[in-house]
């Protein structure tokens, strides 16, 4: 059973940059999957962010494109995501995922982070 | 990006009621859809992909159908434990994009 656990500051400040990190277990970052970052804002929908493979591929977000880097770690079997210049508007909680058949098979239970002085 | 239109955003229902939530996408996207269910403080839930494949482990009385751009997930008997918000999920264009969600409450 495949298991991811978001991790990182809850507060970022105004203008500062986002960093969390998303730890697989039961299953390897190598495998052939792509593993995406996904958030919530309080009382919004979904929006997705981005996605990495384990080669090191992305694809973002055009919304976000300019602020965000994921990147991966295979030898920690985990990948993260920066963001970049917050404001209260990145106030979400951030899920990482598992993309499997077509869809986001896997998830973090989510992390809620504050942008916030 | 394609808009994806949920209805109802809300709805109350009791134990056992059998309760029809719909999606609709602004452009065709053949079976590319998918029901997530979210609770707070767990991880989201894949129920259903490809507009009608029950996920591993998921009960039966969840179901999906639907084509083109008018999609159903309809829980046959609704349990203690349906009580969430669904997301319906389309990933036939990228970006990937998500409708704004349906809350089922209890009655």
């Known amino acids: 059973q495949v298991r991811l656990q978001e991790s990182g500051p809850g507060l970022v400040k105004p203008s500062g940059t986002l960093s969390l990190t998303c730890a697989v277990s039961g299953g390897s970052i190598s495998s052939n999957n792509w593993w995406s970052w996904i958030r919530q804002p309080p009382g919004k929908g979904l929006e997705w962010i981005g996605q990495?493979?384990?080669?090191?591929?992305?694809n973002y977000n055009p919304s976000l494109k300019s602020r965000v880097t994921i990147s991966v770690d295979k030898s920690k079997n985990q990948f993260s995501l920066k963001l970049t210049s917050v404001t209260a508007a990145d106030t979400a909680i951030y899920y990482c995922?598992?993309?499997?058949?077509?869809?986001?098979?896997?998830w973090g239970q989510g992390t809620l982070v504050t942008v916030s002085s | 990006d394609i808009q994806m239109t949920q209805s109802p955003s809300s709805l109350s229902a009791s134990v056992a009621d059998r309760v029809t939530i719909t999606c609709r996408t602004s452009q065709s996207i053949a079976v590319y859809l998918n029901w997530y269910q979210l609770k707070p403080g767990k991880a989201p839930k894949l129920l259903i992909y490809a507009a009608s494949t029950l996920q591993s482990g998921v009960p039966s009385r969840f179901s999906g159908s639907g084509s083109g751009t008018d999609f159903t997930l309809t829980i046959s008997s609704l349990q203690p434990e349906d009580f969430a918000t669904y997301y319906c999920q389309q990933s036939y264009f990228t970006p990937w994009t998500f409708g704004q969600g349906t809350k089922v409450e209890i009655k």
């Open positions: 990495i493979y384990h080669s090191g591929g992305t």
């Open positions: 995922t598992r993309v499997g058949k077509w869809s986001y098979d896997y």
